[in-house]
């Protein structure tokens, strides 16, 4: 909750637990201490900022996203989804440890702001297409096993799932469509029964 998209995320992922009937807590995490005391199931990292988010996350004041980084390589059974900025960060964490999701992420590669466009996409981890809104979004520039390309946008991956771990380039929650949310609710109950 530091910085980007993060409140349509939570409006997402309430629409999406309707969806699915089933009941969720969402927990705000901006600080080390939000993450220690709520023992999440799931984890969203929104879009926005990823320079900001790593200021931030990194700072004194916060120490969120050493926190986060943790948490992810010692539960990796828990889902979770990054989406643009998010799957920077999960792609590339710049911690000195290994990438949380392997594949080489190249930031605003699709040029300024004014090239942000929407677009149908082919998800084979939903069954279905799906519209995706790319806002001065990252792209992937090698994705080293290409069975974990679960997004496609035509000939190019624009998903990737390694294990648990999404990393969406696009902003699956301006769209209006829940499944990328109800994959991770429904992940979470599996993964916790
Ligand atoms: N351009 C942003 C970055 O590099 C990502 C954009 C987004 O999350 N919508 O972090």
């Given at each position: 909750?530091?910085?980007?998209?993060?409140?349509?995320?939570?409006?997402?992922?309430?629409?999406?637990?309707?969806?699915?009937?089933?009941?969720?807590?969402?927990?705000?995490?901006?600080?080390?201490?939000?993450?220690?005391?709520?023992?999440?199931?799931?984890?969203?990292?929104?879009?926005?900022?990823?320079?900001?988010?790593?200021?931030?996350?990194?700072?004194?004041?916060?120490?969120?996203?050493?926190?986060?980084?943790?948490?992810?390589?010692?539960?990796?059974?828990?889902?979770?989804?990054?989406?643009?900025?998010?799957?920077i960060?999960?792609?590339?964490?710049?911690?000195?440890?290994?990438?949380?999701?392997?594949?080489?992420?190249?930031?605003?590669?699709?040029?300024?702001?004014?090239?942000?466009?929407?677009?149908q996409?082919?998800?084979?981890?939903?069954?279905?297409?799906?519209?995706?809104i790319?806002?001065?979004?990252?792209?992937?520039?090698?994705?080293?096993?290409?069975?974990?390309?679960?997004?496609?946008?035509?000939?190019?991956?624009?998903?990737?799932?390694?294990?648990?771990?999404?990393?969406?380039?696009?902003?699956?929650?301006?769209?209006?469509?829940?499944?990328?949310?109800?994959?991770?609710?429904?992940?979470?109950?599996?993964?916790n029964?």
């Amino acid at each position: 909750m530091l910085q980007g998209a993060r409140h349509v995320h939570i409006e997402a992922l309430n629409k999406a637990a309707e969806a699915l009937n089933l009941e969720i807590e969402i927990h705000e995490l901006r600080k080390s201490s939000d993450l220690y005391s709520s023992s999440p199931h799931a984890l969203v990292i929104p879009g926005g900022e990823s320079t900001t988010m790593r200021l931030t996350g990194n700072d004194p004041t916060s120490q969120l996203l050493p926190a986060l980084f943790k948490w992810i390589r010692n539960n990796p059974e828990n889902p979770v989804l990054g989406t643009c900025a998010g799957a920077i960060l999960l792609c590339d964490p710049q911690d000195g440890g290994e990438s949380l999701v392997s594949a080489k992420i190249d930031r605003n590669a699709y040029g300024r702001q004014v090239d942000s466009f929407q677009a149908q996409l082919q998800s084979s981890l939903l069954g279905r297409n799906f519209s995706g809104i790319f806002i001065r979004a990252p792209r992937f520039v090698s994705v080293p096993n290409f069975n974990q390309v679960v997004v496609m946008h035509s000939d190019e991956a624009v998903g990737v799932l390694d294990s648990n771990r999404l990393a969406l380039t696009f902003h699956p929650e301006l769209s209006g469509d829940t499944g990328f949310h109800e994959w991770l609710i429904q992940r979470a109950m599996e993964v916790n029964e």
